[in-house]
T-cell receptor
């Protein structure tokens, strides 16, 4: 158990809809990362938050947004969903300091867009 | 664009054999190179990591070899066991103040036959 909690574990929705994925990081971790995993693209970095502020951005679509709240949990919002958005979405957390590089991943939220 | 190129896509090895996975990168700013192991239905978990000031790091049956001039690194799994069957991802990251935006390879699925 990594200590990172993601909900929901599975989500099935239709094209054009909007969903929210939630992540609770490990206790004490200030950084939260979102990754998208699909069969043909591997693990793609989407976005990172550190202590409530956006720190780094990857290949995140404009239809996607995220935020980190004062209690450090994070939400990833996916809107105007398309079939190609079907994937496993992982949240990871880290202490955030420069001396450690380990990311702790949750078990993922599997999104299916029909 | 994949910043870290990983090969092979999959491999099958007999129990007791050696599994070798190779990765290459271009970004000379990368200075942290972890390997993550992912079992089906789980998130990736850190297996072993190396920084470029050493050419090799060994932890149990797992060894990372690093060639800075060639910008390549590899994972060797010695005495492979059925429990090692998983997907392995190499990754790389530049060292930042509070930013460990890992770029992952596409993954290698390892199957160890008993």
């Amino acid at each position: 158990d990594s200590g990172v909690t993601q909900t929901p574990k599975h989500l099935i929705t239709a094209t054009g809809q909007r969903v929210t994925l939630r992540c609770s990081p490990r206790s004490g971790d200030l950084s939260v990362y979102w990754y998208q995993q699909s069969l043909d693209q591997g693990l793609q970095f989407l976005i990172q938050y550190y202590n409530g502020e956006e720190r780094a951005k990857g290949n995140i679509l404009e239809r996607f947004s995220a935020q980190q709240f004062p209690d450090l949990h994070s939400e990833l919002n996916l809107s105007s969903l398309e079939l190609g958005d079907s994937a496993l979405y992982f949240c990871a957390s880290s202490v955030g300091g420069a001396n450690t590089g380990e990311l702790f991943f949750g078990e993922g939220s599997r999104l299916t867009v029909l | 664009q994949q910043q870290v190129k990983q090969s092979p896509q999959s491999l099958i090895v007999q129990k007791g054999g050696i599994s070798i996975i190779n990765c290459a990168y271009e970004n000379t700013a990368f200075d942290y190179f972890p390997w993550y192991q992912q079992f089906p239905g789980k998130g990736p978990a850190l297996l072993i990591a190396i920084r470029p000031d050493v050419s090799e790091k060994k932890e149990g049956r797992f060894t990372i070899s690093f060639n800075k001039s060639a910008k390549q690194f590899s994972l060797h799994i010695m005495d492979s066991q059925p429990g090692d069957s998983a997907t392995y991802f190499c990754a790389a990251s530049p060292q930042g103040r509070n930013d460990y935006k890992l770029s992952f390879g596409a993954g290698t699925t390892v199957t160890v036959r008993a």
